[in-house]
């Protein structure tokens, strides 16, 4: 079946203009997770969803990130006035549900790249 | 707070040698422990994982043993090839997924 989709794959834009990424999970998965790869610095969780809500959104970098589900399956994370220090990979992965112990397996999507210039 | 710290990279080898990846971890619960694998151009993917002390994770002929003891996950592979060069992640999950920084591997022919 289909995997986690993101779109766009590739983002540029101008410091100070607004983005949104867009993450499509694997259907029937009600759990999604938005992650951030910069260079040399890893994976940086960002937020997860169980359904359409947001339990804990204190991983989310600054307040001018947003992100929200609706309808329990896509979801879209905001940066809004970007700068140059948010260009990196943004990883959307899903899984069948937030389990306690992360026991359920989470499959990635294939990143968006975003350069701020 | 929760973090995983990985071994630093990069690491090469000669095809057929023996891999150790040390991954060590800090956790407050009782965590779940995995290892992702990014190949060239290609997203994250599952290596394998252990939901609890004493449990191996394996596959393709990766292991890793989750050690309570002394709070490592530590992957191995007994003949690497050069397919497996590609960026290992070690990773752990109590309530949200924390990565390592991430080794790269390179496979020499």
């Known amino acids: 079946g289909a995997g986690v989709s993101q779109s766009p794959s590739n983002k540029v834009t101008e410091k100070g203009k607004d983005v949104e990424l867009r993450c499509d999970p694997i259907s029937g998965h009600t759990a999604l997770y938005w992650y951030r790869q910069s260079l040399g610095q890893g994976l940086e969780f960002l937020i997860y969803?169980?359904?359409?809500?947001?339990?804990?959104k204190s991983g989310l970098p600054s307040d001018r990130f947003s992100a929200e589900r609706t309808g329990g399956s896509v979801s879209t994370l905001t940066i809004q006035r970007t700068q140059q220090e948010d260009s990196a990979v943004y990883l959307c992965?899903?899984?069948?549900?937030?389990?306690?112990?992360?026991?359920?397996?989470?499959?990635f999507g294939p990143g968006t790249r975003l350069t701020v210039l | 707070g929760d973090s995983v710290t990985q071994m630093e990279g990069p690491v090469t080898l000669s095809e057929e040698a023996f891999l150790t990846i040390n991954c060590t971890y800090t956790a407050t619960g009782y965590p779940s422990l995995f290892w992702y694998v990014q190949y060239p151009g290609e997203g994250l993917q599952l290596l394998l994982k252990?939901?609890?002390?004493?449990d191996k994770g394996s596959n393709k002929g990766f292991e890793a043993t989750y050690r309570k003891e002394t709070t490592s996950f530590h992957l191995e592979k007994g003949s690497v090839q050069v397919s497996d060069s590609a960026v290992y992640f070690c990773a752990l999950s109590v309530n949200d997924m924390r990565f390592g920084a991430g080794t790269r591997l390179t496979v020499k022919p």
């Open positions: 969803f169980q359904g359409n809500s947001a339990p804990d």
């Open positions: 992965a899903s899984s069948l549900e937030f389990a306690s112990g992360g026991a359920n397996t989470q499959y």
């Open positions: 252990a939901t609890k002390a004493d």
